[in-house]
């Protein structure tokens, strides 16, 4: 079913906020002294902002989906994202945070890539 341009608005702010803990997460890593685990989190950061960004372009487009169910799945990633962001703030499985990070991104990606 087709997207309606306030729900489009609701899923843009989702998405844009998972950019922003995205680089969040690069930069605690770097405070962490993790240049190269920042460095990928960064590289995956970049295909989401990309994706949003293309995602922005096409507004005026016709979305396909359920806008209920892609808002409610971004929030729940955000969340997961968040905790993995608290889990290497305090130092907790640092290396499997970060896997986990970088996949909960690219799940992020793929939500962008089914909407149009």
Known sequence: MPISMTKKQEIIQQLLASKTKAYQAEVKLLLKQKPA???E???????????????IAETMSDWIGNSDKLISD?????????????????????????????GFIDELVEIVDGIT
């Open 41 to 55: 989190v960064k590289n995956h950061g970049k295909e989401l902002s990309r994706r949003i960004d293309n995602l």
């Open 74 to 102: 971004v929030k729940l990633i955000n969340k997961k994202v968040q905790r993995s962001i608290n889990d290497i703030n305090n130092n907790v499985n640092i290396a499997g945070n970060i896997v986990k990070l970088v």
């Open 37 to 39: 685990e920042a460095n």
